[in-house]
């Protein structure tokens, strides 16, 4: 089993900063990308940014410039530093990541993380 458990969210006020973690443990024999993903009240649920196990980065164009995406591969572990947050930065945050779980399965699993709630006051 691989579990995926994220920490860090909380309430800041517009301007402030957060830093996401997300830890994955479990059977795990090697992990692609990672990313965090986030969905607001009422909306989709929406790609934040991504890293993969090289270190290539992507993001969405609303957070560019303001959060960036890193990774501990010794400890399996992805990082989401978040700065000058806004108020439509309010979302539940969640992590993923693709994952094999041993080395006898070919075919990588994503797995999901509970989420946790970043809001973000005006």
């Known amino acids: 089993q691989v579990q995926l458990v994220e920490s860090g969210g909380g309430l800041v006020q517009a301007g402030g900063s957060l830093r996401l973690s997300c830890a994955a443990s479990?059977?795990?024999?090697?992990?692609?990308?990672m990313g965090w993903y986030r969905q607001a009240p009422g909306k989709e649920r929406e790609l934040v940014a991504d890293i993969t196990s090289g270190g290539t980065t992507n993001y969405a164009d609303s957070v560019k410039g303001r959060f960036t995406i890193s990774r501990d591969n010794a400890k399996n572990t992805v990082y989401l530093q978040m700065n000058s947050l806004k108020p439509e930065d309010t979302a539940v945050y969640s992590c993923?990541?693709?994952?094999?779980?041993?080395?006898?399965?070919?075919?990588?699993?994503?797995?999901w993380g509970k989420g946790t709630l970043v809001t973000v006051s005006s």
């Open positions: 479990g059977s795990i024999f090697s992990i692609n990308t």
């Open positions: 993923n990541a693709n994952i094999r779980p041993s080395a006898t399965r070919l075919v990588a699993l994503n797995y």
